[in-house]
């Protein structure tokens, strides 16, 4: 069983930065691609950043340029860089990680941590 765990959220005013971090244990993590998601109450739980097994990434384009995603394999390790911050960054922020197996994806998530951007 693969669990992720992640860390770092917290307040923040308006353009400050924070970075969140998700450790994995129980699979080979260099096998996985990577994900950040973020999900409000009342709304769809959406794609915020992610990363491939060879380190190609991909981002939601409200937050291109302000966030970036990395992965750390010796460390079991995915970051998300978060500068810049908005209001509308405001959200719970979720670990992802999926293989394929088959014909079919495996996918595991974190319990989440919370962002607050407010002055």
């Known amino acids: 069983q693969v669990q992720l765990v992640e860390s770092g959220g917290g307040l923040v005013q308006p353009g400050g930065s924070l970075r969140l971090s998700c450790v994995a244990s129980?699979?080979?993590?260099?096998?996985?691609?990577l994900h950040w998601y973020r999900q409000v109450p009342g709304k769809q739980r959406e794609l915020v950043a992610g990363?491939?097994?060879?380190?190609?990434?991909n981002y939601a384009d409200s937050v291109k340029g302000r966030l970036t995603i990395s992965r750390d394999n010796a460390k079991n390790t995915v970051y998300l860089q978060m500068n810049s911050l908005k209001p509308e960054d405001t959200a719970n922020y979720y670990c992802?990680?999926?293989?394929?197996?088959?014909?079919?994806?495996?996918?595991?998530w974190g319990k989440g941590t919370l962002v607050t951007v407010s002055s």
């Open positions: 992802h990680a999926g293989r394929i197996a088959g014909d079919a994806v495996v996918d595991y």
């Open positions: 129980g699979g080979i993590f260099s096998l996985y691609g």
């Open positions: 990363i491939s097994v060879n380190g190609n990434t």
